[in-house]
Nanobody, 124 residues
Framework: QVQLVESGGGLVQAGGSLRLSCAAS????????MAWFRQAPGKEREFVGS????????DSADSVKGRFTISRDNAKNTVYLQMNNLTPEDTAVYYC?????????????????WGQGTQVTVST
């Protein structure tokens, strides 16, 4: 079965950086799309970005364009979310998600597998 395990969250000051990792196991992910979502208290889960495993084509939300970068390491079966120039508005629980197929889907229901989430808190 597919397992996704996020790590790398924490507390950072505004303007700082964090790199989240999502270790994937249980399948060969070459035909999968991997995505990052986030959910702040009292808000709906929102799309952050995605990457096609096979061709590394990425998509990202307008709110993080130019600041966040998604990548993957095939040998480690791991997807990364590099977050730079963080602001307090980026504070949320960040989730890794996966679905079989190709192409970005920006709504949570499109994804079949989810990690447990990792907390990111950005202080002023």
């Amino acid at each position: 079965q597919v397992q996704l395990v996020e790590s790398g969250g924490g507390l950072v000051q505004a303007g700082g950086s964090l790199r989240l990792s999502c270790a994937a196991s249980g399948r060969t992910f070459s035909s999968y799309v991997m995505a990052w979502f986030r959910q702040a208290p009292g808000k709906e889960r929102e799309f952050v970005g995605s990457i096609n495993w096979n061709d590394e084509r990425t998509d990202s939300a307008d709110s993080v364009k130019g600041r966040f970068t998604i990548s993957r390491d095939n040998a480690k079966n791991t997807v990364y979310l590099q977050m730079n120039n963080l602001t307090p508005e980026d504070t949320a629980v960040y989730y890794c998600a996966a679905r079989e197929g190709y192409g970005s889907k920006q709504y949570p229901d499109a994804y079949d597998y989810w990690g447990q989430g990792t907390q990111v808190t950005v202080s002023t």
